[in-house]
């Protein structure tokens, strides 16, 4: 009963939280282009800084504007506050000023950034240990007492998106039979091999489209090329994997006028992705070590491989009993700790000689939607514009 209400509620933030990532479209304008400009890196453009994009940034600095609003992601997961939990009400309005407002909460907010890192300093060796979750845990207001209804009652649902990881040193030698079965079960490598593109049609529905579906269009380049345009009714949300960088430029964009360069985990992250659609048989050598767990998905048992490659955060695969891969988490550090993205694979089908999933679900602290391919072609030709980076869209 009480975990129903908690749900509910928590929907209805994470809905509102939706509405306002939509909302910052329309912050800043001149300051975008300053940061925008600042210096082509090979292959790219530097990522572009939150001080440089934003208006009144005290205490988040030195840090990328894509890991800044995984900040607030964080702020927002941990705090269970939706965005106008903390910032001023004008950024309903569409005010491009509003976000900077302060208030009450901001200044706590930023007292509270202060003193996890304090913490963190003085206690765990400057590594990010304590997070806004640790105390608040998807409350506003952290508990002081015990509860002793969890104390003497069934213990609370795991946290399937943790960072934690428990390795079984005994199942280390499964790593290479459990990619190979996976492989196997989705057509085998020589026909991966054999898929050079693929295109596809299909629905996006999510808390920014009120869930109803909307019109999306897939694009994949093997060996790791792969972009996402999502034709929302206000305008395209366009995600782009070149092989290299990341890119989101569209009408949920941080700042009008305004290509995002993904850094971190989450460039790290959009690799493992377009790996996955488009050249899953180069998975297991794309990580240099790889360690075992078990774990449940709802009430399936799982295989958990961990990926790691040095200086990145790592990447968990989800196999099922069948050798199926269920699920994908991934994390991006933050000024204020690990946000999660998750992925939810279902409805293989087979197509030629390879099966894919025909739906996945992309949960992370802004939004939750829910894909589904329709046409999909494979070795239909791919104009190598669809990896260029995107240029900014407007609301229409
Ligand atoms: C727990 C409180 C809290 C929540 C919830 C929160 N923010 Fe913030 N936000 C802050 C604080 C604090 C700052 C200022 C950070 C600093 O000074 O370094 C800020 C700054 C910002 C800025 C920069 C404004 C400027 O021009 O200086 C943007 C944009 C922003 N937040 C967007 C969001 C979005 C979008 C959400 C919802 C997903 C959100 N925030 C949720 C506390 C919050
Ligand atoms: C060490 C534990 C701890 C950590 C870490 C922590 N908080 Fe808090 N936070 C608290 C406590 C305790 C309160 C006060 C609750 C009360 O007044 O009952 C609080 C209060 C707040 C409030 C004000 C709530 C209100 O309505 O007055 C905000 C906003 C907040 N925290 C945000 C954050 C953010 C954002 C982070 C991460 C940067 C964070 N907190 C990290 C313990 C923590």
């Not at 030195?62 to 997961?77: C, R, Y």
């Not at 903390?86 to 907010?109: D, K, M, N, V, W």
Request: glycine letters at 8%.
């Amino acid at each position: 009963m009480q975990v129903g209400v908690r749900r509910v509620i928590r929907g209805v933030i994470l809905c509102v939280a939706a509405a306002f990532v939509a909302c910052v479209t329309g912050v800043m304008t001149g300051a975008v282009t300053n940061a925008a400009g600042q210096g082509q890196a090979a292959g790219g453009q530097a990522p572009q800084m939150a001080e440089q994009v934003f208006k009144d940034v005290q205490v988040l600095k030195g840090i990328t504007v894509d890991e800044f609003m995984d900040t607030m992601g964080m702020f927002a997961a941990a705090t269970t506050r939706d965005c106008t939990g903390c910032h001023a009400p004008e950024i309903l309005s569409g005010s491009r000023e509003a976000f900077a407002i302060s208030t009450p909460l901001i200044q706590r907010a930023r007292q509270m950034t202060v003193m996890t890192n304090t913490i963190n300093r003085n206690f765990f060796g400057n590594q990010r240990r304590v997070t806004c979750y640790t105390c608040h845990s998807g409350v506003p207001f952290p508990h002081r007492t015990p509860n002793l209804s969890i104390q003497y009652g069934t213990p609370p649902e795991d946290n399937p998106d943790r960072l934690e990881f428990v390795v079984l040193p005994d199942r280390a030698k499964d790593v290479d039979a459990i990619f190979a079965k996976w492989i196997q079960e989705i057509g085998g490598a020589q026909a991966w091999a054999g898929v050079k593109s693929f295109t596809a049609a299909g629905t996006y529905a999510g808390w920014d489209t009120s869930h109803v579906e909307v019109p999306v269009d897939f694009f994949a380049q093997a060996p790791n090329q792969f972009t996402t345009m999502v034709h929302r009714k206000e305008g395209d949300n366009i995600f782009v994997f070149n092989g290299m960088n990341a890119w989101f430029a569209g009408v949920d964009a941080a700042a009008p006028n305004f290509t995002l360069n993904y850094t971190g985990g989450n460039l790290t992250g959009f690799r493992i992705d377009a790996l996955l659609q488009v050249a899953p048989q180069t998975v297991q050598k794309a990580y240099a070590q790889w360690q075992v767990s078990e774990d449940l998905v709802g009430d399936e048992p799982v295989t958990v491989l961990q990926g790691t490659n040095k200086g990145e955060t790592p990447v968990n695969l989800y196999f099922n009993d069948a050798g199926m891969l269920v699920r994908l988490v991934r994390w991006n550090d933050t000024a204020v700790g690990p946000v999660p993205t998750r992925f939810d694979f279902s409805d293989y089908r087979q197509v030629g000689a390879i099966r894919k999933p025909f739906q996945w679900v992309r949960a992370w602290t802004n939004n939750r939607v829910v894909y589904k391919l329709k046409d999909v072609r494979l070795n239909a030709p791919v104009d190598a514009n669809r990896f260029q980076r995107p240029a900014p869209i407007a609301l229409n």
